[in-house]
């Protein structure tokens, strides 16, 4: 019987970094492509519309039976197109799945605002998991940048490097809590208006401003930082 050995260290950063890299699209000169990384146009058209359509139909018919059937509608349809143009079945699947849920949670509690519990426990999990790589030393935008960038994980012995990915991280962590100190008030008045225009206003492009100002601060300059790294020596 044949054994095989574990993966090194490298082989385990290549793994990662191939999927990061299907997240996080970048530029030929090395630059963050911000539009490329969150999908494009279609990226925030899937991303927005079922939760738009979902709150007009509610606000315009009050009829929650109705927000949620052109909700799941819209999010087939999506899916269909993403399958009749061969994606991946997870890229294909993963939005119609969102829907669902929110759609579930909305239908069970009998409320429009029901729609929107399930982004209040997804931002708690990143906040927590964020939070968390950045007390272990392992910052969770080190660990992507760092792999897209091709550095793997050596940022890890410099100080200075490790301090601004940490930086990037909090900045990701500080969007999505703002997502949770605007709109929990929002859902307990059970504002559903506010609560839907705060929830499309506050994802995809705030979060692309936010990887966008991450990738930025994390940017080799040698020339600054061998002039920090002395003023802190």
């Not at 490329?36 to 738009?52: D, K, W």
């Not at 793997?152 to 990037?168: P, S």
């Not at 008045?189 to 601060?217: H, K, S």
Request: overall charge neutral; glycine content about 12%; charged content about 15%.
């Amino acid at each position: 019987m044949s054994s095989s050995s574990p993966p090194s260290a490298d082989q385990f950063g290549a793994q990662l970094s191939g999927t990061a890299a299907k997240r996080i699209s970048t530029r030929e000169d090395g630059s963050l492509d911000v539009m490329g990384s969150v999908g494009g146009v279609r990226g925030i058209v899937e991303a927005g519309l079922p939760a738009t359509a979902f709150l007009t139909a509610y606000l315009l018919t009050d009829d929650l039976a109705v927000a949620i059937g052109l909700a799941i509608a819209i999010g087939v349809l999506f899916t269909l197109a993403r399958l009749l143009q061969r994606g991946s079945l997870v890229q294909s699947f993963s939005g119609l799945a969102g829907v669902l849920i929110c759609a579930a949670f909305a239908h069970f509690s009998g409320e429009a605002r029901g729609y929107y519990v399930p982004g209040f426990f997804i931002n708690a999990g990143y906040i927590l998991g964020l939070s968390l790589s950045v007390a272990l030393r392992w910052p969770a935008m080190g660990i992507l940048f760092g792999l897209i960038r091709g550095e793997g994980f050596q940022w890890r012995q410099d100080a200075l490097r490790r301090r601004r990915y940490a930086l990037a991280t909090w900045l990701i962590t500080a969007v999505l809590a703002s997502r949770l100190v605007v709109q929990l008030p929002l859902y307990f008045a059970e504002n559903e208006a506010a609560l839907g225009v705060t929830r499309v206003a506050m994802g995809v492009p705030l979060y692309a401003f936010a990887l966008w100002l991450g990738w930025m601060i994390t940017r080799e300059t040698p020339a600054v930082e061998d002039a920090e790294q002395k003023s802190t020596g």
